[in-house]
């Protein structure tokens, strides 16, 4: 691999900079042909955007693994590719893919138009690596406006349907002000530090902290600045990550988004929201005046225990899995909070399994909100595994893995954040987190019992009468991709549980990476 | 042949999964030709486990059949496998209930009957890990997934308020090992901060030094996971509605092989992994075992429900188990592990006459049962004799387990043990009462709509007896003969008291330095 471009390496700094974002610009070049397809209605009609899509994801998942083993930073240090982004990019670049996967039949159902949507969820990705990347305070405001921009118009997406445009409307005012939080902390942190650049932040905070110029006497004055800044940066983040007091936006902009974008929305602007946090986390937070780990120890806490609360009060499949998804977040938030390296591998391995039962578990509600089912209503799910064996075997097993059973990733992953945990001595947040986990399996089994193990009263669908036929296809209107993007989420979820080796080492030659920074 | 004995136990361990996939592709309308594939699968299954019995070494403490390959290398977890006498004997009652009850349920098992042989094979799998895991996250891993196929069988095939009993029974279970998972996780810690090795090896983390204070933090942390699954007085309130409306084949696996979980966990991890603790808290918890003696048998008196009389009178069993356990002689342990196989093969036997009663009558209530004996003699005798061998009749195997255990336990604790015996009395009450009310009551006092179940009541055929056939056996042999059994499981149990001896002896130094010891 490193012959192949050795005479590039050489030049100038452009094109080195160039090469740092190839993986994006792939991404964008793709987008901007899919738009441009809509100039054609014959083509426009076709699925061919939906193909040029994951051509473009494939192209750029190519590229990564091309240049992965590189270190590059391109645009005066703005931007990096190391390690980090190789693990972090594939994920998002899945995640990106099982969408798009998904879409096809959700938009087709919905008569929704087709380039615009998939062009926009590439930008979408491209924005996500963008921040995933960015080494800059500057550059992760920018990458995280046009992330949130793309998911804006994406949930706002089902024009005239009320729900839709209520969600995005909302989504769109709390994002804004979270980004206004962001860009406020940014400002006092560069009014502390005097760098923008997270490497300089990162050398000059060091210094002072060993008093290497000569006392910590330097940083007084600033110091109240730094943690002001600090603290605002980090509501900016939260809010994407959708950790507890700032979450609001997420069960409503879950539940009225279309389900794919639901699904992006899950898996992919939180792990990149999640990526760029531990790398400022890293960097930053973690040589600091005031102790952030006491501040996520209650997030994290909080985040878990609410989350799991309100899933359990929540009747609607969407509802319920959008709760899950903060009490997911702060079970990852304690990979972060355990720390050290072990800690770091252990929160992007979870990371990575909590892709696939994610997604995993919003394909299978495509498919049910595709077939006959009217409502996501938990009710109406009564006996559906005896129509759909297939897909309701796999719903289950999301279940499990979400709720942390073994044999699956979700199982591997909390382990390994949680004895990251018990390792640094977080006793107590670890035992709280397990007895979350005890309390949130019970809504993820809910789902079990209604769709194995229906009562006569409630079931007045034709589900258990009905003769099953595998795979689900039973309308027609089930497309190979979805049941592929189930297929591949089963895979993953299951392979990372019973032989998780294989990620465990890639995450931690990410993990390597980062802490190697 | 040499392949075979050289991973015989991980081709035990997974052949049920491979008979899975011989199932999958069989239409599920054939239902009489999965029964029959499943019910052979299991047959072979346990015969293969047989050459375990046959190659056994008997005179040693240590493992065999050890098979250890990397598996997370990260987290120093491997797949290691072995067992000792004990495992070898709860590996044989594995794949012999499951046999049996894959048998007994061709009548009871009326739809589903593909996705419930599934369901029955992927459980053995889980099962036979579970007790030949050497590994503790392997361990974990087995024993946590075990839980999924028994809470499907108990809420699709189950009786009455099946939903309500299967979610109490994975939520019950499940809260107990996420916190034995933090038990292990701190011990997989310390031994990394004492060696600066992450492993998961059970015999290196059996030389974990831990102080006393949080030996006795983590004990009781591993003590919730097992209470629960044994389960222990206060923590088995799962138990009677799991056991209630669980199908027949789910009853005799969750009474026959699920219960031993409980046991094998403390007797494999949490008192050689924490042992000083286990010294310390010893006397309490034979008292609670006591406590459950006496509940079970006081509940089970009352019982007016056939199937839950023989669930309670299992709350009973175990804390005599229990007792024997954590009396820490070499007697009473040799007895309660006899036991625990005996429980296995007398409750399982109770629980597939129940089943058979009740497929018959479609009726547990006790008042609405009599006169069976008249009908159906066979029934009667075999059922008697599963009544009386799990009473405690000499000659039978309830009978050597219960004295062992007694004999044994009388030394450490006197005045305890005269009270659990009580409990074999109050067995004898519930269990020959029951029996007389179920088969030889007056049937005109029944209330009228099971009248006509009467009329029709059939005998055992030729497939049912042949289900109970190698209990019957079982219990006679047991009780005549308990040579084969204790000769390998006594040196496992000496092994297990060296261990804990030698911290006995570090533990007695600590309460003379403290002066515990007065007190």
């Not at chain 2, 023989?310 to 040799?334: D, E, Y």
């Amino acid at each position: 691999m490193h012959n192949i471009m050795p005479a590039i390496y050489g030049l100038n700094s452009l094109e080195k900079s160039m090469l740092s974002i190839i993986p994006e610009a792939v991404v964008i070049l793709f987008a901007f042909i899919v738009l441009f397809l809509t100039f054609f209605e014959k083509i426009a009609k076709s699925k061919n955007s939906y193909y040029l899509s994951l051509i473009g994801i494939a192209f750029s998942i190519l590229y990564v693994v091309m240049l992965s083993g590189r270190n590059l930073t391109g645009f005066y240090g703005s931007v990096v590719f190391n390690g980090y982004d190789v693990f972090l990019f594939i994920a998002i670049l899945l995640s990106g893919f099982l969408t798009v996967l998904v879409s096809k039949d959700y938009i087709e159902n919905f008569d929704l138009p087709y380039p615009e949507f998939y062009s926009i969820i590439l930008f979408g990705i491209s924005a996500m690596m963008f921040l995933v990347a960015s080494n800059n305070l500057i550059m992760v405001f920018i990458s995280l406006e046009f992330m949130s921009i793309c998911s804006y118009i994406l949930t706002g997406y089902i024009r005239g349907n009320a729900r839709s445009t209520e969600a995005a409307l909302k989504y769109l005012i709390l994002g804004t002000f979270a980004s206004a939080f962001l860009i406020f902390g940014s400002v006092f942190i560069y009014a502390a530090v005097g760098h923008l650049n997270l490497n300089s932040i990162h050398t000059y905070l060091e210094n002072i902290s060993y008093g290497n110029n000569g006392s910590a006497s330097i940083l007084s004055g600033m110091g109240e600045y730094l943690s002001i800044g600090l603290l605002l940066f980090m509501v900016g983040l939260a809010f994407k990550m959708s950790l507890f007091p700032f979450h609001a936006w997420t069960p409503d902009a879950y539940d009225g988004a279309p389900t794919p974008i639901t699904s992006f929305m899950a898996t992919g602007i939180k792990i990149a929201a999640f990526a760029v946090f531990l790398r400022i986390y890293v960097l930053i937070y973690n040589i600091n005046v005031i102790n952030f780990n006491d501040i996520l120890w209650v997030l994290a806490v909080l985040s878990m225990t609410f989350g799991n609360i309100a899933a359990i009060l929540s009747a609607n499949v969407k509802r319920l899995l959008a709760y899950s998804s903060i009490a997911q977040a702060g079970y990852i938030l304690i990979g972060i909070i355990g720390g050290g390296f072990y800690g770091y591998s252990g929160t992007l391995f979870y990371l990575f399994t909590y892709i696939f039962m994610t997604a995993g578990a919003f394909a299978v509600v495509i498919i049910f909100e595709n077939s006959d089912i009217a409502s996501l209503d938990i009710k109406n799910l009564s006996g559906i595994a005896y129509k759909y064996p297939f897909i309701s075997a796999a719903m289950a097993l999301f279940m499990l893995s979400l709720a942390g059973i073994p044999v699956t990733g979700g199982f591997m992953g909390k382990f390994y954040v949680f004895s990251a945990a018990v390792k640094s001595g977080y006793y107590w947040l670890v035992f709280i987190a397990l007895l979350n986990s005890a309390f949130a399996a019970y809504y993820y089994i809910k789902i079990i019992v209604k769709m194995y193990m229906p009562v006569k009263e409630d079931s007045n669908v034709s589900c258990i009468a009905g003769e099953g036929k595998n795979y689900g296809i039973v309308n027609g209107n089930i497309s190979e991709g979805i049941i592929l993007a189930v297929i591949i989420c089963l895979f993953f979820t299951l392979i990372m549980g019973v032989y998780p080796q294989i990620f465990i080492n890639f995450a931690n030659y990410s993990a390597a990476s980062l802490a190697s920074l | 042949m040499a392949f075979f004995m050289k991973y015989i136990l991980t081709i035990l361990i997974f052949f049920p999964t491979v008979a899975v996939l011989i199932l999958l592709p069989i239409n599920k309308k054939n239902e009489g030709l999965l029964r029959n594939v499943a019910t052979l699968l299991s047959l072979i299954e346990f015969i293969a486990s047989c050459y375990l019995f046959r190659y056994f070494k008997p005179d040693t403490y240590k493992f065999q059949f050890i098979e250890k390959f990397n598996w997370i290398q990260s987290f120093g977890a491997s797949y290691f496998l072995g067992i000792d006498g004990i495992s070898l004997f709860l590996i044989l009652l594995t794949t012999l209930l499951t046999f049996v009850s894959l048998l007994s349920s061709y009548r009871y098992i009326k739809d589903h009957v593909k996705e419930f042989v599934i369901l029955m094979l992927l459980l053995e799998t889980f099962m036979l890990g579970t007790f030949a895991a050497l590994d503790v996250l392997l361990f974990y891993v087995f024993w946590e997934f075990m839980l999924i196929p028994m809470y499907f069988i108990i809420g699709m095939w189950g009786t009455g308020k099946r939903i309500y009993s299967a979610v109490k029974f994975f939520l019950y279970t499940l809260a107990g090992s996420l916190i034995m998972l933090f038990g292990i996780i701190y011990i997989f810690i310390i031994h990394y901060q004492q060696t600066g090795n992450f492993t998961f090896n059970l015999i290196r983390l059996y030389n974990t030094n831990i102080p006393v204070n949080l030996q006795i933090l983590l004990f009781i942390a591993l003590f919730l996971g097992f209470a629960i699954k044994v389960p222990i007085f206060p923590f088995h309130t799962w138990l009677p509605d799991a056991h209630t409306e669980a199908p027949t084949a789910g009853s005799v696996i969750l009474a026959g092989v699920l219960l031993k979980f409980g046991i094998y966990g403390f007797f494999r991890f949490a008192i050689p992994l924490l042992p000083d603790a286990a010294l310390i808290l010893a006397p309490y918890i034979v008292v609670i075992g006591v406590i459950g003696i006496l509940y079970g048998a006081f509940v089970s008196i009352v019982q007016k429900d056939l199937k839950r009389l023989v669930a309670f009178s299992s709350v009973s069993h175990m804390g005599f188990i229990m007792v024997g356990l954590f009396a820490f002689t070499a007697i009473s342990i040799n007895g309660a592990v006899y036991q625990l196989l005996n429980h296995g093969v007398d409750t399982g036997a109770l629980f597939l006459f129940v089943g058979m009663i009740y497929e018959r009558m479609h009726t547990r209530q006790i008042k609405d049962l009599g006169g069976i004996a008249k009908k159906a003699p066979i029934l009667t005798v075999l059922f008697l004799t599963s009544v009386l061998a799990s009473v405690g009749l000499p000659g039978l195997n309830g009978f050597i387990g219960e004295f062992l255990i007694l004999i044994g336990s009388f030394r450490s604790y006197p005045v305890l043990t005269i009270i659990a015996t009580s409990g074999i009395i109050f067995a004898a009450v519930y269990l020959l009462w029951m029996f007389q009310r179920v088969m030889f009551q007056d049937p005109h006092d029944q209330i009228a709509p099971y009248d006509h179940h009467l009329e029709f009541f059939d005998d055992m055929n030729l497939r049912e007896i042949i289900t109970v056939l190698p209990l019957i056996i079982l219990m006679f042999l047991m009780g005549f003969y308990p040579a084969p059994f204790l000769d390998r499981i006594d040196p496992s149990v000496l092994h297990f008291l060296t261990m804990l001896n030698h911290h006995k002896i570090f533990y007695n130094a600590i309460k003379i330095k403290t002066g515990l010891s007065n007190a």
